[in-house]
């Protein structure tokens, strides 16, 4: 069993940056692929980035390409989101999630414990 606990939302201005935290409990947290989603209001949820027990591949959504970074330190327990030139449309609900089977996947199936989330809000 996996806890995953996000921290690090808030409310930023447009071109602003951000970094969330995902502070997992568990030993098997080194084997797990790791990945962060989002939900906005009335919007589904959807794939943000992913990485590999071993950080060596990551997976990031066209959208955030080139201004979200995924990276994780095990040592730590911890995965990390780094957000950088943030627009408002990047405005929303930001979970965390571990996937047993070290799958660098986007499909919200493939993951099998979340977090409670945490709120981005970027004003313009």
């Known amino acids: 069993q996996v806890q995953l606990v996000e921290s690090g939302g808030g409310l930023v201005q447009a071109g602003g940056s951000l970094r969330l935290s995902c502070a997992a409990s568990?030993?098997?947290?080194?084997?797990?692929?790791m990945g962060w989603f989002r939900q906005a209001p009335g919007k589904e949820r959807e794939f943000v980035a992913a990485?590999?027990?071993?950080?060596?591949?990551?997976r990031h959504e066209d959208s955030v390409k080139g201004r979200f970074v995924i990276s994780r330190d095990n040592t730590k327990n911890t995965v990390y989101l780094q957000m950088s030139s943030l627009k408002p449309e990047d405005t929303a609900l930001y979970y965390c999630?571990?996937?047993?089977?070290?799958?660098?996947?986007?499909?919200?199936?493939?993951?099998?414990?979340w977090g409670q989330g945490t709120q981005v809000t970027v004003s313009s």
């Open positions: 999630a571990a996937n047993k089977a070290n799958i660098v996947g986007r499909g919200i199936g493939e993951y099998d414990y």
């Open positions: 568990g030993r098997s947290f080194g084997t797990y692929a």
């Open positions: 990485i590999s027990w071993t950080g060596g591949t990551t």
